[in-house]
């Protein structure tokens, strides 16, 4: 396929990170630790996602805020990695968020910082950069956290003047930005199944309460609803389909960007116009090559392609979760 035809994807994260991956051997709460390995990232969700379509070889278009005094991490990445940087600096530093991966047993702690701050200008010079890539771009991620001065129902908003472009959206948020943004009917979102028992307002632990929750987001108006369920695969679905898809048995190195890599080959998939079914193995191959990296790094594109034929996805109706 020539990727000069492709639908050119753009990412906007408003509130991203610097994540710092601490490794112990065994993690004691109370004690003195010391840190085994450490690790600098630049990340955030939109980040994330970005870096792994780059690393399947598409481009991609970055923007939203970065903090004007750690900005260079951020700004020397995109530059290596040939990603088209339009971030908006703001006054201050990108958050550092500090993940604690315990190698004893395997559990990742993560201490995520509220992040950056922006005013009404810096909100409005972003809608306008939004507007200006939407001309050309027809595929957008937005996602993650958003700076305590944003308004709730930003990520609505922006949905709402992407669609005016005849852009799909996929929406990768949590809490009161997740509920407000479905509103305005986004393309596709992939909550965990935490973030879907918050926005759902009540429990989802049979597969049956899965299945509805999906049902009422798609009759809502979106089209594809993505459901990660961690070490147990993730669901995929749009109008006709109901796909449970397996995940890989790799060695897991860090699990912290499982979530925006399985968004990114999501997207991937969507821009080689992929069926759902193709999506759903690419983006599972794609997040197993990333949780078997440390830190937030991309896998490699030749351990996602060899891993394709062996990702397990059954029709929900047919099989348990
Ligand atoms: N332990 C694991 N082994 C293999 N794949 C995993 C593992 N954990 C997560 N994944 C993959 O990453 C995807 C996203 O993980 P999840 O933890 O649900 O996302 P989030 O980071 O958004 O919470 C899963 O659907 C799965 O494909
Ligand atoms: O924007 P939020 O929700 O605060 O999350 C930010 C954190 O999430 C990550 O993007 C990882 O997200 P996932 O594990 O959900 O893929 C980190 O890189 C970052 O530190």
Known sequence: MNKQKLAQIVTITLNPAVDQTLNFTQFHVGQVNRVGKE???PAGKGINVAKVIKSLGQDVVVSGFL?????????HYFQAQEISNHFIKVDGATRVNTKIVDEASGLVTEINFPGIHCNTSNLHELENIIKQ???????????GSLPEEAPLDIYRKFIEILKSYDCKVFLDTSGSALTEGIKAKPYAIKPNIDELKQLMGHSVEQELDVLKAIDTL???GIAKVVISLGGKGAVVADRSQRLIVRPLDVRVSSTVGAGDA??????????????LEQQARWATAVAAASVAQPGTQAGKFNDVEKQLPNVIIEELKECKL
Request: glycine share 12%; no cysteine.
């Open 67 to 75: 903090g004007r005094d750690n900005a260079n991490i951020f700004e």
């Open 262 to 275: 399985l968004v990114a080959g999501l997207v991937y998939g969507e821009a080689q116009g992929m069926s």
């Open 218 to 220: 798609i009759s809502g």
């Open 133 to 143: 890539l939407a001309v050309e771009s027809k595929l957008f991620v937005l996602s």
């Open 39 to 41: 690790r600098l990232d």
